[in-house]
């Protein structure tokens, strides 16, 4: 892992909703509400970017969820089988060798530019996937990686983008059989899931550049609770997006610069509060309409940004 320039780790927030199970034998799932939401866009699409700026990725991901590269033939949306045709006999090769399975012509240039890079990132060795089920997996292997990574220090950044379950059962809490429902109802008392920023910023890997994100339905309470985010925890930066508009505009809250406004554009603001905190930089991306239509994804905008401020983040400290 050393030997490569930057590693990163794509946690998926957009990606996945991680699950809490609520017996041992476990064959249902309380999942919280975004799972019917979220299908794997962001962490999946921003690791192929990640990759295409020459960052090396652990991608971890729930089971089943959508993966780099993979993701563009979903079961769903563009279902694989649809691409691929089998090849008729010509004239005269009765008996000859079994038909050819072959790509339909109007889906092998999207296939061959996928088919490259993913062949890229294996020949390369820059993609490692890892998955998980439940919370309690998530939170143990984020543990561990993390403090694998701390080695790189500023050169290790962690995208946090998992839609975590805000309460689970702890193991000791589950039932032990299957949950029966001759009763009729169902009381649950369930435990707030352990929050990780605070430890990963302080103590599993103090050194790196942490990218956290912030989901809300209410547009005019999004700002104020990536700054308080930011607050609390002490990471580099909070990436906010509202529920109807994440697909096409996000907002990046991060501190200000305290040598330099060089890293402020013009769609930047300044603001400190009446407590002196410290003033933070708020930076909006939005896709326009024409980029809309053609089917950029937003996604390419904040890898972009992020690789930028990385990059800023790691000559600090030569300063």
Known sequence: MTSSPCIHDCVGCDSWTILAPVSHRLFKYISQWLLILCIGTRGATSAEYFLDAGYAVIFMHRQFSLQPFSRHYSHSL?????LLAVEEDGPG?????????????EARTKLLSVLTAYRKAHVD???LTLNFVTVNDYLWLLKAVSEEMAVLKRRAMYYLAAAVSDFFLPTQKMSEH???????????EM????????????EWTPEGFVVSFKLETDSKILIPKARASLERYGHQVVIGNELNRRKFEV??????PSRSKSTITPTSTVESN???????????????QDEIEQGKEIESDIVERLVRLHATYIDAVKM
Do not use: C, H, Y
Request: proline share 11%.
């Open 274 to 288: 009446s407590k002196g905190e410290s003033p933070m930089v708020e930076e909006w991306l939005r896709l326009s």
């Open 93 to 105: 090769m009765a008996g000859a060798a079994p038909p050819a399975i072959v790509i339909v012509p």
């Open 191 to 202: 435990d707030q899931v352990p929050k990780i920023l605070k430890p990963m910023v302080d």
């Open 178 to 188: 299957k949950i029966q429902s001759g009763k009729g109802t169902l009381n649950i």
């Open 251 to 256: 907002v990046f809250v991060s501190k200000a």
């Open 125 to 127: 060795g820059t993609l």
């Open 78 to 82: 563009n279902p694989f089988m649809d």
